[in-house]
């Protein structure tokens, strides 16, 4: 708890004694590479620091992925999702949330300092604005000076202008990161409603932020957990804290996502294309033209999945089973692994293009290609060239599941999970499909310890 309000005290502390920018930033601008050029003459560091991150790279170092042999880089420009599908061959509208200038296509230029967006993370975000479909680019009609001399430390509208927003639009992708946690009350998220800041959990150094989504998670490093502050014995009834050894915290106190702002669960996109009415479901469109066919949910209750901080996951060129579901990513873990927890997920599901002849995923060209000739063979083949995979000729389309882990919209304890929502006739928990023999309340904690053993040296 110490540790909690240290970091709280130091953040406000911050806050109150950022140094104001406005009497010495110097104008005009004439482009947004000319005030980053500007930064860097006092903070010469930075745009260095910031192109050794995730921010900048979209990508990780080269990693083991399981399953998979040999070492593959896996960040969000190389892999897939249900969503938009792939960044690559989308260039400019994936990178209107890049943290630079002008990513247009693969052969960007990640050496160039001034390409780095300093304004993104630290001017204001009512005065500063990218633009959706440029490259990373501010909106024409945003006055640099202005911007520039409005930075200070970042705040939760600057984390949210683009976490908030993933997948094109308000809560699309994530269904826990929503314009809500901008000032939030404590029923929305208690953290965020008491005060607290992005960076309190994220910290970070040399720019480099603590966190992985899962997403794009392989191994268990540069993850966060609630213990890290909390500790593992935050619970003042002892079997509480003993729940903590197969229970992530989020489970028992994320009873729903999806708070404020509808979350898409579903995206069909071989329906793209048609002439269907559009109808609406919690105020959100559940058909464009160009996207194909959605579902939205609101104050999702979660799916819940044995996760060890490591990943399945589908990689560009990979084989699948169009009879079957493809997993694009799935948590790693068991009743018998003693490194797993039961953490609560949503799960994204929708149909996306494949190749009918080489069985593996397709990535479309849809970014100044199917949204402007609705023609999926030419997307195809013009998005496989970019990504550098031979297309038949033919496509189909194979349903697909994605899983994101839930971190955000903690409730205060009081409205948390209580004994009955797990342990009873009505569990929430599918006790038979995590791998007990039933309710362990009545039929036993976790598995023999000779069987976690065994389950470990089978996974090595």
Same mark, same amino acid.
Request: some cysteine.
């Given at each position: 708890?110490?540790?909690?309000?240290? @970091?709280?005290?130091?953040? @406000?502390?911050?806050?109150?004694?950022?140094?104001?920018?406005?009497?010495?930033?110097?104008?005009?601008?004439?482009?947004?590479?000319?005030?980053?050029?500007?930064?860097?003459?006092?903070?010469?560091?930075?745009?260095?620091?910031?192109?050794?991150?995730?921010?900048?790279?979209?990508?990780?170092?080269?990693? +083991?992925?399981?399953?998979?042999?040999?070492?593959?880089? @896996?960040?969000?420009?190389?892999?897939?999702? *249900?969503?938009?599908?792939?960044?690559?061959?989308?260039?400019?509208?994936?990178?209107?949330?890049?943290?630079?200038?002008?990513?247009?296509?693969?052969?960007?230029?990640?050496?160039?300092?001034? *390409?780095?967006?300093?304004?993104?993370?630290?001017?204001?975000?009512?005065?500063?604005?990218?633009?959706?479909?440029?490259?990373?680019?501010?909106?024409?009609?945003?006055?640099?000076?202005?911007?520039?001399?409005?930075?200070?430390?970042?705040?939760?509208?600057?984390?949210?202008?683009?976490?908030?927003?993933?997948?094109?639009? /308000?809560?699309?992708?994530?269904?826990?990161?929503?314009?809500?946690?901008?000032?939030?009350?404590?029923?929305?998220?208690?953290?965020?409603?008491?005060?607290?800041?992005? $960076?309190?959990?994220?910290?970070? /150094?040399?720019?480099?932020?603590?966190?992985?989504?899962?997403?794009?998670?392989?191994?268990?490093?540069?993850?966060?957990?609630?213990?890290?502050?909390?500790?593992?014995?935050?619970?003042?009834? /002892?079997?509480?804290?003993?729940?903590?050894?197969?229970?992530?915290? $989020?489970?028992?106190? @994320?009873?729903?996502?999806?708070?404020?702002?509808?979350?898409?669960?579903?995206?069909?996109?071989?329906?793209?294309?048609?002439?269907?009415?559009?109808? %609406?479901?919690?105020?959100? %469109?559940?058909?464009?033209?160009?996207?194909?066919?959605?579902?939205?949910?609101?104050?999702?209750?979660?799916?819940?999945?044995?996760?060890?901080?490591?990943?399945?996951?589908?990689?560009?060129?990979?084989?699948?089973?169009?009879?079957?579901?493809?997993?694009?990513?799935?948590?790693?873990?068991?009743?018998?692994?003693?490194?797993?927890?039961?953490?609560?997920?949503?799960?994204?599901?929708?149909?996306?293009?494949?190749?009918?002849?080489?069985?593996?995923?397709?990535?479309?060209?849809?970014?100044?290609?199917?949204?402007?000739?609705?023609?999926?063979?030419?997307?195809?083949?013009?998005?496989?060239?970019?990504?550098?995979?031979?297309?038949?000729?033919?496509?189909?389309?194979?349903?697909?599941?994605?899983?994101?882990?839930? *971190?955000?919209?903690?409730?205060?304890?009081?409205?948390?999970?209580?004994?009955?929502?797990?342990?009873?006739?009505?569990?929430?928990?599918?006790? %038979? +499909?995590?791998?007990?023999?039933?309710?362990?309340?009545?039929?036993?904690?976790?598995?023999?310890?000779?069987?976690?053993?065994?389950?470990?040296? %089978?996974?090595?």
């Amino acid at each position: 708890m110490r540790y909690i309000l240290l @970091i709280f005290f130091l953040l @406000i502390v911050g806050h109150l004694f950022a140094e104001d920018h406005s009497s010495y930033i110097k104008g005009p601008f004439k482009n947004p590479q000319e005030v980053t050029k500007q930064c860097l003459t006092c903070h010469e560091e930075s745009a260095q620091q910031i192109m050794k991150t995730s921010h900048w790279t979209w990508s990780t170092p080269p990693v +083991k992925v399981p399953g998979h042999e040999g070492l593959h880089r @896996i960040g969000k420009k190389d892999i897939f999702n *249900n969503y938009c599908i792939h960044v690559q061959s989308n260039w400019p509208r994936c990178t209107s949330c890049h943290t630079g200038y002008g990513w247009k296509d693969d052969s960007f230029d990640f050496d160039k300092e001034e *390409n780095v967006d300093c304004l993104i993370c630290h001017a204001d975000p009512k005065i500063y604005k990218k633009n959706p479909a440029g490259a990373g680019f501010p909106k024409k009609d945003v006055d640099l000076l202005n911007a520039a001399r409005s930075v200070r430390l970042p705040d939760r509208e600057n984390c949210g202008s683009c976490h908030f927003y993933g997948g094109g639009g /308000e809560n699309v992708k994530h269904g826990d990161l929503e314009q809500i946690l901008a000032n939030p009350t404590r029923d929305q998220d208690v953290h965020m409603g008491s005060g607290m800041v992005c $960076q309190d959990c994220h910290v970070h /150094e040399n720019h480099d932020f603590k966190g992985r989504g899962s997403s794009v998670s392989v191994l268990d490093e540069n993850h966060l957990y609630c213990a890290d502050c909390h500790g593992l014995d935050a619970h003042e009834n /002892e079997r509480l804290n003993l729940h903590v050894r197969s229970i992530a915290c $989020q489970t028992c106190h @994320i009873p729903t996502f999806a708070k404020g702002m509808a979350t898409k669960i579903w995206w069909d996109w071989s329906k793209a294309g048609m002439d269907i009415e559009p109808k %609406e479901e919690y105020g959100r %469109e559940t058909f464009n033209k160009k996207k194909g066919e959605f579902h939205w949910a609101k104050n999702v209750r979660p799916e819940y999945a044995w996760y060890n901080g490591t990943m399945d996951r589908y990689l560009k060129g990979d084989k699948l089973d169009p009879a079957n579901i493809l997993y694009l990513n799935r948590p790693r873990g068991s009743v018998y692994d003693n490194k797993a927890k039961i953490y609560p997920f949503k799960v994204m599901r929708g149909k996306q293009i494949y190749d009918a002849e080489y069985n593996y995923l397709i990535i479309p060209n849809l970014w100044g290609g199917y949204w402007k000739h609705f023609n999926w063979d030419k997307a195809a083949k013009d998005g496989m060239a970019a990504a550098g995979l031979p297309y038949s000729g033919h496509y189909a389309f194979v349903e697909t599941k994605m899983y994101w882990r839930i *971190n955000h919209e903690v409730v205060p304890k009081e409205k948390a999970l209580q004994c009955v929502d797990c342990h009873g006739k009505n569990s929430i928990l599918d006790w %038979e +499909k995590l791998g007990y023999e039933g309710d362990p309340m009545f039929m036993g904690d976790r598995k023999k310890e000779e069987l976690i053993r065994e389950y470990d040296l %089978e996974r090595k």
